[in-house]
């Protein structure tokens, strides 16, 4: 499988998908550390792939998204944004929004 068949299929398979350097318990840059703040602050739970260990994904992911940046915040399908998008949408609520509808799509996905 290539690189991209791997990005398409961890996008497909998890309906709220991180893309980070580092992990959550330990992100090894500052905009990761804020944005799985962000997330965790939800309080459901995401799927993440530390781009530091995959290199190859980090190098394909950004053309693939069309955004040059990480980290990379993918919810049922669609890209988000990245770590400044991120806090706005924490900021007004809507990221509780967007990540409650993930979770819900995610449980909907697993009781079929």
């Not at 980290?71 to 988000?80: F, H």
Request: charged letters at 15%; hydrophobic letters at 40%.
């Amino acid at each position: 499988m290539d690189t991209l068949e791997v990005i398409k299929k961890q996008i497909e398979n998890n309906s709220i998908l991180l893309y980070m350097k580092g992990t959550p318990k330990f992100p090894q840059c500052g905009f990761s550390s804020q944005t799985v703040q962000a997330i965790m602050a939800c309080g459901e739970q995401f799927a993440y792939v530390n781009i530091l260990e995959h290199q190859d994904i980090r190098s394909e992911l950004p053309a693939y998204a069309n955004w040059p940046t990480f980290p990379q915040l993918w919810i049922n399908g669609e890209l988000v944004g990245g770590c400044d998008i991120v806090m706005e949408l924490s900021q007004s609520g809507e990221l509780q929004q967007l990540v409650s509808a993930g979770a819900v799509s995610a449980a909907t996905d697993t009781d079929e």
